[in-house]
């Protein structure tokens, strides 16, 4: 099984500023790399597929990075709205599917 | 805009089946190509996959889950649906509808639009 490793698991961050989390796979998956939006009681919220393509109507102050086993979310300038659990995904190996990181909360400072 | 909504019942005893439903509006679930899938969150933990199918009935089941996972689709109601048997406390989550887009090799599958969850509690 490919293991999706996000970090940090929880980081403390102010409206504007700029946010980076990581996500490692166990092995290549190529650029077959999702990242997800949640906020709680709400449905989660396709971010960036394939890695770095934005999804429609997403803002551009989110971007994706990376292939292979590293890969980056960035918000450009935290809005008082990103403040939520992200979530990387691979489908490399799973077909139809995917597995997902263990998450990363973004909280106000 | 599609939306999809998941209903069923909210609380489930040990051993028994957990039966959930998927109503799909604003779209087709037999559009071509899209696939439709579940996904479950447990209390504090992440996301799990749990299966996914093609509006012909090709089902595709996350391996730690395929002996107790059954995912079928109602054409005629525009709705899927889950069963999940044998549930333990374990089973107890949040458990989501999704759909995934057409395959294309160049991004692999991921889930595009998803319902607001329901949450199943397992307890006698």
């Given at each position: 099984d490919i293991q999706m490793t996000q970090s940090p698991s929880s980081l403390s961050a102010s409206v504007g ?93 | ?69 059954t995912i079928f689709v109602d054409t005629s109601k525009n709705q899927f649906s889950l069963w999940l048997n ?39």
């Amino acid at each position: 099984d490919i293991q999706m490793t996000q970090s940090p698991s929880s980081l403390s961050a102010s409206v504007g500023d700029r946010v980076t989390i990581t996500c490692r796979a166990s092995q290549s998956i190529s650029n077959y790399l999702s990242w997800y939006q949640h906020k709680p009681g709400k449905a989660p919220k396709l971010l960036i597929y394939a890695a770095s393509t934005l999804q429609d109507g997403v803002p551009s102050r989110f971007s994706g990075s990376g292939s292979g086993t590293t890969f980056t979310l960035t918000i450009s300038s935290l809005q008082p709205e990103d403040f939520a659990t992200y979530y990387c995904q691979q489908s490399y190996n799973t077909p139809r599917g995917g597995t997902f990181g263990q998450g990363t909360k973004v909280e106000i400072k | 805009q599609l939306h999809l909504q998941e209903s069923g019942p909210g609380l489930v005893k040990p051993s028994e089946t957990l039966s959930l439903t998927c109503t799909v509006s604003g779209g087709s679930i037999s559009s071509s190509a899209y696939y439709w899938g579940w996904v479950r969150q447990s209390p504090g933990k992440g996301l799990e996959w749990i299966g996914t199918m093609y509006y012909s009935e090709t089902t595709y089941y996350n391996p730690s889950l395929k002996s107790r996972v059954t995912i079928f689709v109602d054409t005629s109601k525009n709705q899927f649906s889950l069963w999940l048997n044998s549930v333990t406390a374990a089973d107890t989550a949040v458990y989501y509808c999704a759909r995934l887009p057409p395959y294309d090799y160049r991004t692999g599958y991921y889930f595009d639009y998803w319902g607001q969850g329901t949450l199943v509690t397992v307890s006698s």
